[in-house]
């Protein structure tokens, strides 16, 4: 396999999975058709694993929240919703989405224990080098009851395949977004999570063939549809985890 190569800008050269990254790529965010275009697509699967509230003043922990994408499919399920994150460029544009924004690492998050009715964890778990205490600090945020989803990728040959030598080369995925040395083994997250006292399922997810190719023929075109939900590929259930996976589950108590 080739080496990852690194991010490159007009004026740095980043290491894989460098934070800063995120600040040279914060006009994409919002993009339908930019960078970070399949983080809106899962965002929305994500989004359909939560219920509605079932109390008033609910609270939703989002980790690794970035610029706020799952903000508007929460929109009308009657959570707070709050964000976590280390880059500041993200939270200005979350805060502008309705996101109450805390900068901080997702493995030291300055919450209080059991605040949480549901904690997101999407597309976070691969890019920190110390998943296991991003994932007790999960379950903390938790409150007995609460509902953690997830989505990351597996620490598969496959996976490495898919992400890395095929994904980044597509318009949709940044060079060197990924270090794959960090994807999640997802037997070891399941067994990890158990551990902090919730019962994580697993499905393997993927975007649907014919829609992830009509998107990139209109935006080849230049004609992807900016308005949310029109022309995003749905994410899939697959049978294989193999690559990337969505888990869900309730913390006991």
Known sequence: MREVAPVSTPSRVLPPNDPRQYDDLAGEWWRPDGAFAMLHW??????????????????????????????????????????????????????????????ADVTAVPLADGCADVVSAGEVLEHVPQWRRAVAEACRLLRPGGLLVLDTLNDT???????VEIGERLPTVPRGIHDPRLFVDARALVAECARHGVELRLRGIRPELTGTLAWLLRRRRGAVDGRPGRTEPRI?????????YQGHGRRSG
């Not at 939560?50 to 929240?65: I, T």
């Not at 899939?236 to 990337?244: D, E, I, K, N």
């Open 157 to 163: 040959l496959l996976a490495r395949l898919v992400a």
């Open 236 to 244: 899939v259930p697959t049978r294989s985890t193999a690559v990337l």
């Open 42 to 103: 899962l965002a929305r699967a994500r989004a359909a694993l939560v219920p509605r509230a079932s109390r008033r003043d609910a609270v939703l922990v989002d980790l690794g929240c970035g610029a706020g994408l799952l903000a508007p499919h929460l929109a009308g399920k009657g959570y707070r919703h709050v964000g976590v994150d280390l880059t500041r460029s993200a939270l200005d544009q979350a805060a502008a989405h309705g996101v109450t924004v805390v900068n």
